[in-house]
C-alpha cells in the first residue's frame, strides 16, 4: 500500500488525494516528531507560568478573559471538544472527512501547534485503521477554521461520538478504537483548541474538486468538439495563430485539445455546403476554448491557492521558531473560500454552454439536417427531448449553486467572530456543482455521439469513433427507437466520472492538455 510521510513543511495535493480516496497509509517523520516534541516543550512551560496564556491557561473565544487553573484544564480542552462537536445535518462524505483529518494532521506536525507526538500519532493511527468520524453537513462557518466537523474528528480521538469502521458500519466510536488497539487520547493544555482551528475541510474539498475538474474540462473539450462535428461545423475556428494573439493559456490549451479530437474528421467543413449555410457557427460551438479556457484559468489560480495552504500551519495561538506563543487570524478561510466560488461560477457557465450545443444538437431548425430531437421517427419518439430537459434542470441549479458563499457573514461568539468567511459552505455547494456538471457533460456526450452516428456517409475522426466506440462498449446505447433513457443517461456519467471518456480519446490523441 502506498505510504505518506508527513513531515513539517506541508503536504501535496497528490498526497491529500491519496489519502482521502486511495486509502494511502500515513506515517510521521522523525523530523516532524521532534517538532512536535520540541513546541509541546513550548507549551509546557507557558502552562506552569501564573500568568494567563490565550489556549493554554484560558478560557476560547468570547471567553478568553477567564484564567483556567491546572486542576480543570484537562477539563477544558475535553469541553471545548464536546461542546463545538454541534454539527447537524447528513453525514459528509467519507473521502472529505479522510481528507479533514490528514490535513489537520499536516498542520499538527508542523511544530506549530504544540500538541505531543502522542496526538499525532494517534491521529495517524485513526486514519490508517479506517475509522471515519461522523461529521455533518452544516456547522462550520469558515472561521477559526472549519470548527464543528474538526471537533467531531477530536471527538473520535478522545474516543467519544460515533464513527464509520473500514466495514461501512457507523458504531460508537470507543468500541472501534478499542477494536483495533488504539487508546483514546487525554488532551493537555492547548491540544484540544490546536485540533479544531483550521481550514482543512474547505482546503480538502477544494483539493478533490480540482482534481475531478481537471477531468471534467478535458471531456468538455470532447464533447464540444463531437458536438461541433455533429453539427458540421468549421474547426478552423481552433487554429493555433488564433488563441496565440489572445494568449490566455486556458483558451490555448482547449482549443488545442478540440483539434486534436477532430483530427481527420470527414464531418468538419461544411458549414457552408447544406441547406442552412452559415459564415460562422454559433457562439456556443466557436466560442467553446474561450469559455472552457477562462475555467481553466480559474483552476490555475485556485490550485495556486491550494499549494499555498497546503504549506501553511494554521491555528490560533501558534508556537513560532523563537518559542514565542502568538495569537493570528491564520484561520480565517477568505481565500480558500473565495476560490472555491470562482470555482462554481466557471462550472456553471461551462455546464451552460455545453447545455446549448445540446439544444441545438436536438433542434431541427438548427441542426443541419439532424432529425428532430435525434428521433428515430419524430412524432411517434421523442427522442433525446426530455433529456435535454434534465440537463437544463441541472443547469439551472448550478447557477443558483454559483451564488457567492464567500459574500455572506454571520457574526457569532458573541461578536469576536464578526466577520467569517462560509468557506465550509462554498466547498459543500461546489462539490454538488461538480456532479452536476459530470451529468451535463454526459447528456451532451450522449447526443453528441448519437448525432454523429446518424451522419451517414460521412466519416467521425478516429479520436471520436474511439469515444463513441468505447461509450458503446460501456452499454450506452445508440441511435433507434424511444427506450427507458434514465440507464443510459446514468451510465453515460458513470463513462465522463470514472474517466473513461478521456481515456479513450488520449489512445488515438496522445495526453490532452
Known amino acids: 500500500m502506498h505510504t505518506v510521510v508527513v513531515g513539517t513543511s506541508g503536504t501535496t495535493a497528490q498526497d491529500v488525494i491519496a489519502v482521502a480516496r486511495g486509502n494511502a497509509r500515513v506515517e510521521l517523520s522523525q523530523e516532524a516528531l521532534a517538532a512536535l516534541a520540541k513546541a509541546r516543550e513550548v507549551v509546557d512551560a507557558l502552562a506552569a507560568r501564573p500568568e494567563p496564556v490565550y489556549g493554554v491557561s484560558t478560557g476560547f473565544g468570547a471567553l478568553a478573559t477567564r484564567h483556567i487553573g491546572q486542576e480543570l484544564r484537562t477539563r477544558l480542552q475535553r469541553n471545548i471538544v464536546r461542546s463545538h462537536a454541534a454539527g447537524m445535518g447528513a453525514p459528509v462524505e467519507r473521502e472529505v472527512v479522510r481528507a479533514l483529518m490528514f490535513l489537520r494532521l499536516k498542520t499538527v506536525a508542523s511544530g506549530h501547534t504544540g500538541v505531543r507526538p502522542h496526538v499525532a500519532r494517534t491521529m495517524a493511527d485513526v486514519l490508517n485503521a479506517g475509522i471515519t468520524p461522523v461529521v455533518h453537513e452544516y456547522g462550520s462557518l469558515g472561521c477559526s477554521g472549519d470548527l464543528a466537523p474538526l471537533s467531531h474528528c477530536a471527538l473520535t480521538l478522545m474516543g467519544e461520538g460515533d464513527a464509520e469502521g473500514p466495514d461501512g458500519v457507523v458504531r460508537p466510536a470507543g468500541e472501534l478504537l478499542a477494536a483495533h488497539g488504539i487508546e483514546p487520547v487525554e488532551l493537555r493544555e492547548k491540544e484540544g483548541l ?4 483550521g481550514t482543512d475541510g474547505m482546503l480538502g474539498m477544494l483539493i478533490m474538486a480540482l482534481d475531478d475538474l481537471d477531468k471534467l474540462y478535458k471531456s468538455a473539450d470532447i464533447t464540444a468538439a463531437l458536438s461541433l462535428e455533429a453539427l458540421l461545423g468549421t474547426e478552423k475556428v481552433l487554429a493555433p495563430e488564433l488563441h496565440a494573439i489572445r ?18 474528421s470527414g464531418l468538419t467543413g461544411h458549414f457552408q455546403e447544406d441547406e442552412a449555410p452559415r459564415v460562422q457557427d454559433a457562439y456556443s460551438v466557436r466560442c467553446a476554448p474561450q469559455v472552457a479556457g477562462a475555467g481553466r484559468d480559474t483552476m490555475a489560480h485556485a490550485r495556486l491557492v491550494a499549494e499555498r495552504e497546503l504549506a501553511s500551519a494554521v491555528d490560533n495561538p501558534v508556537v513560532l521558531p523563537d518559542g514565542r506563543v502568538e495569537s493570528n487570524g ?16 466557471a462550472a456553471a457557465d461551462l455546464g451552460s454552454i455545453a447545455e446549448r450545443r445540446t439544444d441545438r444538437l436536438l433542434d431541427k431548425n438548427r441542426s443541419h439536417g439532424l432529425p428532430p430531437f435525434l428521433a428515430d421517427d419524430a412524432g411517434v419518439d421523442s427522442g433525446l427531448m426530455i433529456a435535454q430537459y434534465t440537463q437544463a434542470a441541472l443547469v439551472s441549479e448550478m447557477k443558483r449553486l454559483a451564488v457567492p458563499a464567500s459574500a455572506d457573514s454571520i457574526p457569532s461568539s458573541a461578536m469576536q467572530e464578526d466577520h467569517v468567511s462560509m468557506g465550509w459552505s462554498a466547498a459543500r455547494k461546489l462539490r454538488t456543482a461538480v456532479g452536476n456538471l459530470n451529468r451535463i457533460i454526459a447528456v451532451e456526450l450522449y447526443a453528441a455521439t448519437r448525432a454523429i452516428e446518424l451522419r451517414t456517409g460521412l466519416t467521425p475522426a478516429p479520436a471520436s469513433r474511439a469515444a463513441i466506440d468505447a461509450l458503446r462498449a460501456a452499454g450506452v446505447q445508440g441511435p433507434g427507437p424511444d427506450r427507458f433513457l434514465a440507464p443510459d443517461l446514468e451510465a453515460a456519467d458513470a463513462f465522463v466520472r470514472e474517466g473513461r471518456l478521456v481515456e479513450a480519446v488520449e489512445k488515438v490523441t496522445g495526453p490532452l492538455a
Open 247 to 264: 494568449p490566455h493559456p486556458g483558451q490555448g490549451a482547449a482549443a488545442a485539445n478540440m483539434l486534436a479530437v477532430l483530427q481527420g
Open 194 to 197: 490546536a485540533l479544531l482551528n
Open 330 to 345: 491564520n484561520f480565517h478561510g477568505a481565500p480558500v473560500a473565495y476560490v472555491l466560488d470562482f470555482l462554481a461560477i
